[in-house]
């Protein structure tokens, strides 16, 4: 019989139960014996819920309070010094590790491979005692096996958990995973007392198998499971997902586990080579319900994977399986109440995903006549979505075939619309700029609110946020800033705003996912082609520059951005997207432009961060990704300034890339990394302006004139004066006033004080 598997269910609850639990908890609201209440209850209804979709294998330990590396961290006893000191519980300690208190910053949180979820990096050091100070992993396998489900423990793999750590401060040059035989003995320990908890099975995560990895890393592999498998009386599911193992593959050739999970949707060719790579006892879990995205699985080509594997290994040794954990879905689409029906016959979130999989396992278990009307209903929606007008806009597809190269080609080169653009801005040495948003403030989200309930009118509305803009614009003018914003006071979120105005976007009601913490996204659901049916945000940048002689920017997400942070569709590529969204901005843009707007920024901090998990994929992902934004930008004149905008990045890896956009001036976040960043930037390097972020608009502390200074005097040593722009690191929008006027005025002193120096 061939069983079904979840890897991992999104922990929130169907109305983000637990982020509530959490954050009244954390305003002292919910004690701690009512948070863990609610948390045993939110777990219990999850494995009732796989349950009762048909799921045979329900996993545990996928629940957490805030990361599941954190707790891994915690469980082994990695916690770093400076929390140690504390004198603090396990629940305050763990906290401070998430989250920061008032006397300690928070461990690092990182990017989960390319999913919009964030860990907690974990560090070692010399003197980390590994040890299993917690019972996490048990506790939950005991609780559900009380309820009476069986469940399957999911523990991060020893290799992944030391490759996705770092050296602790003060232990620098220390590689952790020459920590592996120190950390063995833990595992083996947790690996004993699931067996004797009763646990048959334990799912071990080993995602990094989709990296590029160094060769130490990759010989830890073999030695760590031969151990491992020998620990206790339990079997190890080996599970990779995201991706392909490429040249990993061969850490599996004799792997002495009890079996292997792949992910079949983002690589489906691997199947072949693992097939005959496993030894005759060895289970495949094949990974074909896709954990990353919304959409209904095509039964039929699940199926046929499933079926292939069947036909070398028998149904007793495959298991039907999410590609990865469901963690990455929104819960459930029940929730769903205002998407139509045609659209919503489409989608399959978490719940439904996990009746999927017991659907595919019956079909190959007992033929697909004993779900035969499951079976039909599925290949009418997946055709009716094929065929659907809303997916398909033909006039877009037209517009797509007569693109040509020149259309992502400014008129001239940097250096002589440089000219232009000095002459019709007039702009002094060191211009001073923000970023786009200033703080938006509780008017300002009542207001919206309002709006969208249709508790004011649109006139209202408008008004009031003209009021804002005029009120932005002339603290602006006032501080003395050279080419002014007007404050983006009507935008919720720098990509729904687009969506909510572009065919080709739905949103839904409840559909949240978990980013990091307590904290959850709603991205929207692109199903269609997409195109612009009018103009964006023309009416307020319009408004804002009549009311100004200063230059100003108009404000825009670029189509990387978008499409990153929504969820794609699965039925063309990226690549056809985000060309689609390019399109849509290249007009807006040239509407900004006809409107009077001289300067255009287009935000782009997605760029690097959409970047493949392996680096042979760079190049083909960076060309589609550079192609949109070019696309988007080089229809205007010479002496209109295109500005683009990074925040959080590693640029080393993307900076080919950046100078490829061809804007006139970049601004970066760099005010928490180091100076040495911008030494990729020297003039030799990079032919346009840039703007170094100067303060961090990430802390509420206000940045003084001679910490500026002194950056300026930094960066001047790196980057020529002609090229120099002085801005915040990033929008102000969660910033408040007081700081932010406090700041900036800082700022502008230091510019005016550095045009003096020079
Ligand atoms: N223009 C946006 C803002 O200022 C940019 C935000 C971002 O880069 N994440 O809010
Ligand atoms: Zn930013």
Redesign the pocket.
């Known amino acids: 019989m061939v069983k079904s598997a979840v890897l991992g269910f999104p922990r929130m609850g169907p109305n983000r139960e637990l982020k509530k639990a959490l954050e009244a908890h954390w305003a002292g609201k919910f004690s701690e014996a009512e948070l863990q209440q609610a948390a045993k209850d939110l777990r219990l209804q999850n494995w009732q819920l796989q349950k009762s979709q048909g799921v045979d294998i329900i996993p545990s330990n996928d629940f957490s309070f805030y990361d599941q590396v954190l707790d891994h961290s915690v469980l082994f006893n990695v916690i770093p010094k400076r929390y140690q000191d504390e004198k603090l519980s396990f629940m305050q300690r763990y906290f401070a590790m998430a989250r920061g208190n008032s006397t300690l910053p928070s461990q690092e949180m990182v990017k989960w491979f390319d999913s919009n979820y964030h860990f907690m990096r974990p560090e070692f050091s010399n003197s980390t005692e590994f040890k299993l100070v917690g019972t996490k992993p048990i506790d939950e396998f005991l609780e559900a096996k009380e309820a009476h489900i069986l469940t399957r423990p999911v523990v991060i793999g020893p290799v992944s958990f030391l490759y996705l750590g770092k050296a602790e401060k003060g232990s620098q040059g220390l590689d952790p995973i020459s920590l592996i035989n120190k950390l063995l003995p833990v595992y083996e320990d947790l690996f004993r007392k699931l067996a004797a908890a009763g646990a048959d099975w334990i799912q071990v995560d080993e995602a990094i198998l989709v990296y590029d990895l160094p060769e130490k890393v990759r010989a830890a592999f073999k030695p760590a499971y031969e151990r491992l498998s020998k620990a206790a009386n339990v079997k190890i599911l080996f599970t990779t997902y995201f991706g392909d193992l490429g040249n990993n593959v061969d850490i599996i050739n004799g792997l002495p586990v009890a079996g292997v999970h792949l992910d079949l949707v983002r690589a489906p060719g691997q199947l072949g080579s693992i097939l005959s790579l496993l030894n005759d006892s060895q289970i495949l879990s094949a990974g074909v319900v896709d954990g990353r995205n919304i959409w209904k699985t095509n039964f039929k080509s699940a199926i046929e994977i499933v079926e292939t594997a069947i036909k070398k290994f028998g149904k007793d040794r495959i298991i039907v399986a999410s590609s990865s954990s469901l963690l990455h879905t929104p819960h459930t689409l029940d929730s769903e109440k205002k998407i139509s029906e045609e659209i919503k016959d489409w989608f399959s979130f978490a719940v439904e995903k996990a009746k999927e999989l017991s659907i595919i396992a019956k079909a190959v278990t007992n033929g697909p006549d004993s779900v035969r009307s499951e079976l039909n209903n599925n290949t009418k929606s997946i055709e009716a979505r094929k065929c659907s007008k809303i997916t398909n806009d033909p006039a877009v597809r037209e517009r797509q075939s007569s693109v040509t190269q020149d259309m992502h080609q400014r008129k001239s080169e940097f250096s002589a619309r440089n000219k232009e653009q000095k002459q019709r801005l007039q702009l002094p040495l060191f211009p001073t700029t ?4 200033f703080p938006q403030t509780k008017e300002i989200r009542l207001a919206r609110n309002k709006f969208r309930k249709g508790e004011i009118t649109e006139q209202e509305y408008d008004s009031f946020i003209e009021k804002e803009i005029q009120a932005v614009v002339k603290f602006q003018e006032e501080i003395g800033l050279d080419v002014l ?1 007007h404050g ?1 006071p009507e ?1 919720n979120d ?1 990509v729904q705003y687009f969506g909510e105005k572009l065919n080709g976007f739905v949103f839904t009601q409840n559909a949240w996912v978990q980013s990091y913490g307590s904290r959850c996204v709603q991205p929207p659901l692109i199903v269609g082609d997409i195109s612009r049916p009018k103009e964006m945000t023309v009416k307020e940048s319009k408004y804002a520059q009549s009311i100004t002689n200063k230059p100003m920017k108009a ?1 825009l ?1 670029g189509p990387v ?1 978008i499409l990153a942070w929504s969820f794609p569709r699965d039925d063309i590529p990226r690549s056809v997207q985000c060309q689609q969204l390019a399109l849509a901005l290249r007009d807006e843009i040239l509407d900004l432009e006809k409107a009077g707007l001289k300067v255009i ?1 287009v ?1 782009e ?1 997605a760029l690097r961060e959409t970047c493949p998990l392996r680096k042979k994929d760079f190049p083909a992902y960076l060309e589609w990704a550079v192609n949109a934004f070019r696309l988007a930008t080089a229809g205007v004149e010479n002496d209109t300034q295109i500005h683009s ?3 959080y990045s590693d640029f080393n890896e993307i900076f080919d890339a950046i100078r490829c956009l061809d804007a006139d001036v970049v601004s970066i ?1 760099n005010s928490k990394s180091d100076l040495k960043l911008l030494s990729v930037f020297d003039s030799q390097n990079y032919p346009a302006c840039i703007g170094p972020g100067i303060w961090d608009v990430h802390s509420p502390r206000v940045a003084l004139l001679e910490e500026i200074q002194d950056r300026v005097r930094e960066i001047l040593k790196r980057v020529p004066a002609e090229s120099l722009w002085i801005n915040p690191d ?4 969660t910033r408040n006033w007081e700081e932010t006027e406090a700041s900036l005025k800082n700022m502008v002193a230091a510019a005016r004080s550095a045009r003096e120096e020079y």
Request: proline fraction near 5%; charge should be negative; aromatic fraction near 4%.
């Open positions: 923000t970023i786009g948003s914003v983006e935008r720098m404000m997400t951005t920024q935000d901090p905008h990074f925040c976040e990033c929008g102000l929008k």
